[in-house]
């Protein structure tokens, strides 16, 4: 997030490391892969914006965390209260219990 420091997928524009002399970035797993696959895209016709998400975590902590997700899920789109079991992160206050 720091303009100074370039955001580096090596198959995409490694020439970015060789003019920088400090940190490099680079994206995550998911984004990496998406973004292999985006680029022939890109070059042809520019890619403005792409809106990833990815629930490995959520789904690393187990079937009933991600029953949690769901409930929370639909009780945010219902305006209606969830209650917290497996994650710590509130909803908005809108919909908390």
């Not at 809106?51 to 009933?64: D, I, M």
């Not at 209606?80 to 206050?93: A, E």
């Amino acid at each position: 997030m720091d303009p100074a420091v370039p955001l580096v997928v090596p198959e995409i524009n490694a020439a970015a490391i060789e003019t920088h002399s400090s940190i490099i970035a680079n994206p995550n797993c998911a984004a990496i892969i998406a973004l292999m696959a985006m680029w022939p895209i890109h070059r042809r016709n520019r890619v403005r914006r792409a809106t990833l998400a990815t629930y490995q975590a959520a789904s690393g902590a187990g079937a009933a965390a991600m029953a949690e997700l769901q409930e929370a899920t639909r009780a945010f789109l219902t305006a209606t209260p969830s209650s917290r079991r497996f994650y710590h992160t509130p909803m908005p206050s809108s919909v908390q219990s």
